[in-house]
């Protein structure tokens, strides 16, 4: 049975068992264990987190391949937040040019699932999200990023909100 670190070996005050799995051994050293400085014997020693960061660089292939998927998955997440900024209304030209103005269209506190509310109302009204869009002149990217809970990330504005609200008949701010 394993036992837990006390700061000394494992089976008594002369710390000759493993604190990891209790197996006794005269060769027991020093190792980080999910952040635990343990005792262990030989056979546990590879569960030692210091030696494994070590070893990185001359790893397994398949430890090799974790890394470059973890690498592939940091870049393809920074490549998606760039193309966000750089693309659209997220375009830093704009706000070089218009400036920041958060007063002139706030987008107010939303109640929770707001997004679910939007859809549900607008399919009780029997409409499309083209139907709509046309019908409260807003545009079909800022009812779709709503109904998808996403209002705040797509720059939809107060207004839109409240063009919504008074079609659809619904509570969309939370007071």
């Given amino acids: 049975m394993a036992k837990y670190s006390t700061g000394r070996g494992g089976g008594g005050d002369d710390g000759d068992a493993c604190e990891l799995c209790g197996k006794e051994s ?5 190792a ?3 952040g635990a400085n343990l005792l262990v014997c030989p056979d546990c020693a590879p569960h030692d987190d210091a030696k494994k960061k070590r070893s990185g ?33 997220g375009d830093s030209k704009r706000w070089e ?4 103005n958060y007063e002139k269209d706030r987008l107010p506190y939303l109640v929770s699932d707001y997004g679910d509310v939007v859809e549900d109302a607008r399919q009780d009204a029997g409409l499309t999200v083209e139907e709509l869009a046309a019908e409260i002149d807003v545009d079909e990217d800022d009812l779709l990023a709503v109904e998808q809970n996403r209002a705040t ?21 939370d007071e």
């Fill in 32 to 34: 980080n264990v999910a």
């Fill in 26 to 30: 005269t060769k027991l050293r020093r």
């Fill in 153 to 173: 990330r797509a720059d939809v504005g107060g207004s839109v909100v409240r063009k919504l609200e008074e079609r659809l008949g619904v509570t969309l701010v």
């Fill in 57 to 89: 660089s001359g790893g397994s292939e398949e430890r090799g391949n974790q890394d470059s998927a973890s690498k592939s998955r940091k870049q393809e997440v920074a490549q998606k937040a760039a193309k966000m900024y750089d693309a659209g209304k």
């Fill in 97 to 100: 040019e218009e400036g920041t």
